[in-house]
């Protein structure tokens, strides 16, 4: 099987950035997509960015702030954040959908962000 495992998140000041990571471990085979999602109190989970063999998406609210990237070498992807906003704030996920011992979609544990006003 396989883990994502985030790290990176914390509190932070309107105007300011953090960056978080994930590292897919286990038996990997082939990773397809991988990618960010958040989920604030009261909100349903969104989509924050993705990246599949190079290419990138982004929801809406994060266009021109947020940047993802990733490290095939070391299963790594990772979220540049920038000029974060309060409504930043909220629980961010990382995902993949991979080849392991069958494909299957993983999520990480979650990571807190927190930006103050």
């Known amino acids: 099987q396989a883990q994502l495992v985030e790290s990176g998140g914390g509190l932070v000041q309107a105007g300011g950035s953090l960056r978080l990571s994930c590292a897919a471990s286990?038996?990997?085979?082939?990773?397809?997509?991988m990618g960010w999602y958040r989920q604030a109190p009261g909100s349903q989970r969104e989509l924050v960015a993705t990246i599949q063999r190079g290419n990138v998406k982004y929801g809406e609210s994060v266009k021109g702030r947020f940047t993802i990237s990733d490290d095939n070498a070391t299963n790594t992807v990772y979220l540049q954040m920038n000029s974060l906003k309060p409504e930043d704030t909220a629980v961010y996920y990382c995902?993949?959908?991979?080849?392991?011992?069958?494909?299957?979609?993983?999520w990480g544990q979650g990571t807190q962000v927190t930006v103050s006003s």
């Open positions: 286990g038996t990997i085979f082939k990773i397809n997509i």
């Open positions: 995902y993949a959908d991979l080849l392991s011992w069958s494909w299957g979609h993983y």
